[in-house]
């Protein structure tokens, strides 16, 4: 029972989030161009991004919540910047990489 009110906070906060990049509120800058998510990556690389992407997304999010809202490199790109807004710690010279990994991973059609 202890495990409850965790998960309502959970279900609540990505409720928020998925209203708040529907309307897009607050944004206030354009976010950059989505990389390519189709370039060819090494499996080292892809991998060490996989690390990045779980110490980055997991510590708030399973697998699951990323698996079960795909998104292109553009959608990725707005959620990765509300993530932020949120609190998100994302270095700047990790952004791109992590973008294109979600794109690549758990975008449309890779369910």
């Known amino acids: 029972m202890q495990l409850k009110a965790p998960l309502i906070m959970l279900g609540l906060s990505v409720g928020l989030a ?3 990049v529907a309307s897009g509120a607050g944004l206030r800058r354009e976010p ?16 060490a991004v996989g690390q990045l992407v779980l110490r980055t997304c997991g510590g708030c999010h399973g697998l699951e919540t990323l698996s079960h809202n795909p998104q292109d490199a553009a959608g990725w790109t707005k959620t990765v910047a509300l993530m932020q807004q949120l609190g998100a710690q994302v270095d700047p010279n990790d952004q791109a990489a992590l973008i294109a990994y979600l794109a690549r991973h758990f975008g449309p059609g890779q369910q």
């Open 18 to 20: 998925g209203v708040l």
């Open 32 to 47: 950059p161009a989505p990389p390519s998510p189709s370039a060819p990556v090494p499996a080292e690389a892809d991998a």
